[in-house]
């Protein structure tokens, strides 16, 4: 049972560059999220899905988009990376709403210059 | 608009000391308090939560303390250790909103 996996661990882009990013989890949780870690500003919510085939908008959605084909894998697209998303990735995932602890995984740094 | 505050920033004890975590939020539909504990490099685990039915929540050395009335919760780390050294991040969540609001972190350090 590995949890929540997230792929690569580390990217550097250049500006207008684009990549995704990875989540995979293994729980059968219905709920992922994807989250931006920046120094000083805590977890902020990028988008998040609560079931396989469905997306929403977090509190920091633009320049990023999402997509959750299957249940298990939730992805994070930058089509024109900018400096500005230097940041660390945060996946995570819970079993459904309410009171669940959501279970994250180990991150990826990803540098646009 | 942050609908959920956390304080100190950055916190300095002792080791045997206790570390104090404050959080107010503004939304009373929030009915789901998780504190997060995160070490450098890793992602952030579950450390404690409480819903807001009760007062306090003990695990081991660590308490969440809740005030309904005052949208008020805090942690308490008892006899702080230099393990207890991470990143700690309260949360608020509401039925059927499918997300969480995370507090901006404070970052605990324990000196031996």
Known sequence: ?113 | QQQVKQSPQSLIVQKGGISIINCAYENTAFDYFPWYQQFPGKGPALLIAIRPDVSEKKEGRFTISFNKSAKQFSLHIMDSQPGDSATYFCAARRANAGKSTFGDGTTLTVKP
Request: aromatic fraction near 12%; proline fraction near 4%; charged fraction near 20%.
């Open chain 1, 1 to 113: 049972n590995a949890g929540v996996t997230q792929t690569p661990k580390f990217r550097v882009l250049k500006t207008g560059q684009s990549m995704t990013l990875l989540c995979a989890q293994d729980m059968n949780h219905e709920y992922m999220y994807w989250y931006r870690q920046d120094p000083g500003m805590g977890l902020r919510l990028i988008h998040y899905s609560v079931g396989e085939g469905t997306t929403a908008k977090g509190e920091v959605p633009d320049g990023y988009n999402v997509s959750r084909l299957k249940k298990q894998n939730f992805l994070l697209g930058l089509e024109s990376a900018a400096p500005s998303q230097t940041s660390v990735y945060f996946c995570a995932s819970s079993y459904r709403d309410g009171a669940y602890e959501q279970y994250f995984g180990p991150g990826t740094r990803l540098t646009v210059t």
